[in-house]
């Protein structure tokens, strides 16, 4: 990103930030952002009888599907995200910088209500991306669980950050506030870089020990 470029974007601001980003309708009953896309509150009524009933559908598969409908929604949001982004500062947001995107993203969750989000690279060269979501809104409604309870979050971060990685990246919760934890972790990598997560998350690991085994050994 050029100087130039640099400049402009501190002077332009944050996306989501705007005063304006989103607007009501009281007379249409509507919700929409500056380029039109209608959006809907939905309540924790609405969530609880949701999982309640893809839970009751689905089984012990329930949490796979909702990890596929996480995939879904990430695929729609992040195309949209760098669409309007690259419009909103004028260039292509993979010349952005990473502290920019990534402060956009943040600005994403906190506005839409999802939780505060956080990003940690200090893995990187070890394969491994760490996340962190203060008051994820899922495990806030869904209460106590024997399992994390955040698998939706976990397809929509997997595929943000493939999308912007150009390969394709699997991501599993280590904590969750249903099972005690004072926010939502993940980490982020290839499939087989994090197969494992599950199974030490079954065996109650803390987030920085899974970490810890897994780069243990450096990727392949």
Known sequence: MSAATAS??????GYFTRPDYFTADVEKGTIRTP??????????DFLIGFRAALQFECGKASERVFKS????????????????LGDYYGVPVRDLSAGIVEK????????????????DYAEYDNGIVQVTIADSVLPAIFGSSDKPTDALMSGF????FSFYANTE?????????SRGADASRFVLGLATRI???????KDNLSHTIIVRRLTATRPV
């Open 104 to 119: 956009c993203l943040n600005d994403a969750f906190r506005a839409h209500g999802w939780g505060k989000l956080s990003v």
């Open 169 to 177: 990246l699997d991501c599993q919760q280590t904590e969750c506030p």
């Open 157 to 160: 971060l997997a595929t943000i």
């Open 69 to 84: 409908c996480g995939r879904k929604w990430g695929t729609s949001f992040v195309e949209r995200f760098d669409r309007e």
């Open 35 to 44: 380029t039109g896309v209608r959006t809907c509150a939905l309540t924790d």
């Open 8 to 13: 402009y974007v501190r002077i332009l601001g």
């Open 195 to 201: 197969a494992d997560v599950p199974k030490l998350v």
